[in-house]
């Protein structure tokens, strides 16, 4: 998660399951870091990813749903298809395009992900208290 996330969701700034969030794709050798220090969409430039059927800002993400279970709320969202593509991806950003396109997280993949003329799917993490992509204890 982006720090500044965090404080913002303290002061309510982000409501997940009722806010736009998108995913935007960084491509595969990003001359930048992103990662809890990355504040906003902005700070990709131009290293976002590029491609064949990829539009700049990525694509959103729906099917946000909140759960508590035991001491720990978790968000968890549908996983994302980027449909018919040609793209190179380190990893991607998970923001939030109703409040001034401001960061949530960061996503790094464990190689760099290739697709050509075909769908790139990113798939969130199981919804569980221990492995959400967004969790609080």
């Not at 720090?3 to 736009?20: A, P, R, Y």
């Not at 950003?93 to 109703?98: E, F, K």
């Not at 993490?125 to 959400?132: C, E, H, K, V």
């Amino acid at each position: 998660m982006c720090n500044t996330f965090k404080q913002e969701l303290l002061g309510g700034v982000h409501d997940l399951d009722t806010d736009t969030l998108k995913l935007a794709l960084i491509k595969g050798s990003p001359s930048g870091t992103y990662g809890s220090a990355t504040t906003n969409y902005s700070d990709l430039g131009s290293d976002e990813a590029s491609g064949a059927g990829y539009s700049a800002g990525g694509t959103i993400v729906s099917g946000a749903s909140i759960t508590l279970d035991g001491a720990t709320a978790f968000a968890d969202f549908s996983d994302v298809t980027f449909e018919d593509v040609s793209v190179n991806a380190l990893g991607c950003l998970l923001y939030n395009s109703s409040k001034s396109n401001k960061a949530i997280a960061v996503l790094t993949f464990t190689t760099i992900k290739k697709s050509i003329n075909a769908d790139f799917v990113v798939s969130f993490p199981a919804a569980t208290s221990s492995n959400a992509i967004i969790r609080i204890t």
